[in-house]
C-alpha cells in the first residue's frame, strides 16, 4: 500500500504533452502517437507495430514526443542496416496503458472547460462536490472488485490517467450506477420547485434508471429501483429487501441534496433532505444519520466553510442531534406533524416516519463513533467485502468511505493525493472514491480539481464502454441552463 500511494515514479511526461500540444501541427502528432500506441495494446505481439523507423516521414513526426515514448519503453537503437529506430520490447502493460491514457485525453474535453463557473464560488463548490463524485467514481472504477491491498503502484497510476478497461470494461472517464443516481436526483430537485423534497419525481426517476439495467450499482438500490413506482410502495419495498443494509447505496447520492441546502443557505435542511431520500433504498436508521451527516458537510463546505472547521461543525451538530433524541425535543422546523423538509412528496405534508427513540439513538451515536474514528490517526479499513461480494454487486458499509472523506477532509490532504490513497487500498474503490470526491470537491470547487479529469468526465466516449445516457446530462444538470 505504501508503494502505490508514492507511485511507480518515473513519469514525468505532462510537460512533453503539453509542448507538442502547442507545437504547429501538435495535433496530429498527438493523434499518430494514439494510433501507435493503440495499435500495440491490441497487438502486443506484433514486431512490426513496437519499431518506429525515425528515418520515414512518420518517424520524423513522432520526434518532438520522443521522450513520451521513452517512458512508455521505446529503447532508440541503430539496426544492422544502419537504421534509427525507435523499439519496444516487452511491454510493461500497465505503463504502456498509463502513458496511451494521457496522450488520449491531451487533445480531449478542453471546451467543456470554457464554461465552468469563477474560482471561489459556491457555484464552483457545488459543482465540485457533484463532479468530485463523478470523478472519484470513473477513477475507480477499472480497479473495482479487487481486495484490500491487492492493487499495485502501476495500476494506481494507470487508473489515475482515465485509462478505463478494467473488470466491467469502462470507457475512459466512465461513472457507473453512483453518479447516475446522483444525477437522477440532481435533476429532480433542479426541476422542483420551492424547497419541498420532491420524493415522487425522484422514486420515479430511480425507478426508470433501474430499468435501464446498469452496468454497475449498489444492490441495494438494484433491489428497489427495478421500475418506477410511488415513493410510499418504494420505501415499502426498502423495508422488506434492505431492512438490514449498511451499505454506501445512499451516501454517494448525498452531493446533489448538499447542493439544494447550500443554495438555501441551511446545511440543516440538507441533511433533513438526505435522510428523506436514504429512506427511499435504506431503511436503516444508521444510513439515515450517515447521509444526513455527510449532505450536512457538504453544504457547509460549499457555503466556505473551511475543511477542519467543517470537521468540528459536524460533531458538535451530530452531539446536538444526540441531545434531541435523547431529551426528545423535536429538530427545529418540525411542526406537530413532523413537517418542514420531510414531506413525502411535493406539496404535500405529511408526517416523519417515526422510529423507536432507542434506535434513533444508537443509529446516531454510531455515527459520531465513525465521525471521531475518522478524527483519529488509526488506520482505515478499505473494504469488508470479499472480491467476490463485490463483483456480485455488492457495496461494502457506508462507514468505510464516511470515514475516509471526513479523514481526508480533517487532514487537509489535496484532491489527487486523497484519489491516489482511496485507489491504492482497494476493495470497492468506485465506492469509496466517489465519496471522497464528492467532500473534497466541495472543498476545493471545480476550477481547482485536477483539471485532466474533469475534462474526462466531460467528454468521456461511451461507445468505448457501456453506452449510457450520461455526460449530456451531466453538463446539462450541474450547470446547463434552465427555465427561469
Known sequence: YAT?????????????????????????????????????RRYPNNDKYRCINLSKASGQKVMPAIELLRVAGFERISTPEGEDVLQLGRPNVDILERVWAMVWWAGRGHSALSELPAEGTAAAAALGAC?????????????????????????????????????????????????????????????????????????????????????????????????????????????????????SGALVRCAAVAVMGAALKSPEKAAALANEDARLSHPSRVIAHANSALAFTIAMLIGGTSGTVAV????????????????GVPKPGDGPRGQGFTHISAGGEEADAWSPPGE??????????????????????????????????????????????????????????AMRATLAGGGDSSTTACVVGAVLGARDGV??????????????????????????????????????
Open 447 to 484: 476550477r481547482r480539481m485536477p483539471e485532466r479529469w474533469v475534462r474526462a468526465v466531460l467528454a468521456c466516449d461511451q461507445s468505448l464502454g457501456h453506452q449510457r445516457p450520461t455526460v449530456p446530462r451531466i453538463q446539462r444538470t450541474f450547470w446547463g441552463p434552465r427555465p427561469g
Open 4 to 40: 502505490a500511494t508514492r507511485g511507480s515514479g518515473g513519469i514525468q511526461a505532462y510537460d512533453v504533452l503539453a509542448q507538442v500540444a502547442r507545437s504547429e501541427g501538435g495535433d496530429e502528432v498527438l493523434k499518430l502517437l494514439e494510433r501507435i500506441l493503440d495499435n500495440i
Open 312 to 327: 468540528e461543525e459536524l460533531e458538535r451538530w451530530m452531539k446536538r442531534q444526540q441531545e434531541r433524541i435523547r431529551t
Open 131 to 247: 463532479l468530485g463524485a463523478a470523478a472519484g467514481d470513473a477513477l475507480g472504477a477499472p480497479l473495482g472488485g479487487q481486495e484490500p491491498m491487492a492493487v499495485n503502484a502501476f495500476e494506481v497510476d494507470k487508473a489515475l490517467e482515465m485509462c478505463g478497461g478494467g473488470l466491467w470494461t469502462v470507457a475512459p472517464g466512465q461513472v457507473t450506477g453512483h453518479t447516475e443516481l446522483l444525477l437522477c436526483l440532481a435533476e429532480a430537485l433542479a426541476d422542483a420547485e420551492g424547497s419541498v423534497f420532491p420524493c415522487e419525481d425522484v422514486a420515479v426517476r430511480y425507478g426508470r434508471w433501474g430499468k435501464t439495467h446498469p452496468f454497475r450499482a449498489d444492490r441495494a438500490c438494484l433491489q428497489v429501483f427495478h421500475r418506477p413506482m410511488p415513493p410510499d410502495k418504494m420505501t415499502e419495498r426498502a423495508r422488506e429487501v434492505n431492512q438490514k443494509s449498511l451499505s
Open 360 to 417: 434513533e439513538l444508537v443509529a446516531c451515536e454510531e455515527v459520531i463513533r465513525w465521525v471521531r474514528k475518522a478524527k483519529g490517526s488509526e488506520p482505515l479499513p478499505f473494504s469488508d467485502m470479499s472480491a467476490t461480494s463485490l463483483l456480485s454487486k455488492e457495496v461494502g458499509s457506508a462507514e468505510i468511505p464516511f470515514c475516509h472523506a471526513v479523514r481526508h477532509l480533517q487532514n487537509g490532504t489535496s484532491f489527487e493525493d
